[in-house]
T-cell receptor
Framework: QVQLQESGPGLVKPSQTLSLTCSVS??????????WTWIRQLPGKGLEWIGY???????NHNPSLESRVSISVDTSKNEFSLKLTSVTPADTAVYYC??????????WGRGTLITVSS | DIQMTQSPSSLSASIGDRVTITCRAS??????LNWYQQKPGEAPKLLIH???TLEPGVPSKFSGSGFGTDFAFTISSLQPEDIATYYC?????????FGQGTKVEIK
């Protein structure tokens, strides 16, 4: 079955760039048919959709993050990534990767806590 | 953005009770509505997509209904393992948006 695993630095300093990777097993990203999504959960709060990417590289992201976010895919490694620039403490959250349709998130990773602090 | 408003924000019910959560969209989203369950310390889990279609393996005690702007999620008989926060989510438009969550507790 499809499994996802996020990996990241845990702690990022303000103004730096957050980089996360989601490793995919059980399915080949290059096989198509799925969208690969990033979602975050702010501390004690709800869920925020960050964006998605398709195996072809076509992507979309939440305008609330303006131009700070980019999502990429590496089919050779069967993984996809998130970069968020100019982070502030408000970006502290648990970051999840997920797959499914463009709007239905069938499988989720366990999540990784990212803290933005100096 | 489409705003999703859930009610109540939290509820306390007895074992065996029927529990219903409502979700209202700020505009017509047709049937593009999903429900997720999140237990403490875990990732959300998709229970229902497209208003009323259960994910494989999800017990039939969970159900969903609605269309357009008003939706409901029901647990027919609350059990201890159902203690969680439940979220609705729309995918009629970008960006995808979630409700603020409903925390379900045992009385």
């Amino acid at each position: 079955q499809v499994q996802l695993q996020e990996s990241g630095p845990g702690l990022v300093k303000p103004s730096q760039t957050l980089s996360l990777t989601c490793s995919v097993s059980g399915v080949s990203i290059s096989g198509g048919g799925y969208f690969w999504t990033w979602i975050r959960q702010l501390p004690g709060k709800g869920l925020e959709w960050i964006g998605y990417i398709y195996y072809s590289g076509s992507s979309n992201h939440n305008p609330s993050l303006e131009s700070r976010v980019s999502i990429s895919v590496d089919t050779s490694k069967n993984e996809f990534s998130l970069k968020l620039t100019s982070v502030t403490p408000a970006d502290t959250a648990v970051y999840y990767c997920a797959n499914g349709g463009s709007g239905v998130f069938h499988v989720w990773g366990r999540g990784t806590l990212i803290t933005v602090s100096s | 953005d489409i705003q999703m408003t859930q009610s109540p924000s939290s509820l306390s019910a007895s074992i065996g009770d029927r529990v219903t959560i409502t979700c209202r969209a700020s505009q017509d989203i047709s049937n593009y509505l999903n429900w997720y369950q999140q237990k403490p310390g875990e990732a959300p889990k998709l229970l229902i997509h497209d208003v009323s279609t259960l994910e494989p393996g999800v017990p039939s005690k969970f159900s969903g209904s609605g269309f357009g702007t008003d939706f409901a999620f029901t647990i027919s008989s609350l059990q201890p393992e159902d203690i969680a926060t439940y979220y609705c989510q729309q995918y009629d438009d970008l960006p995808r948006t979630f409700g603020q969550g409903t925390k379900v507790e045992i009385k």
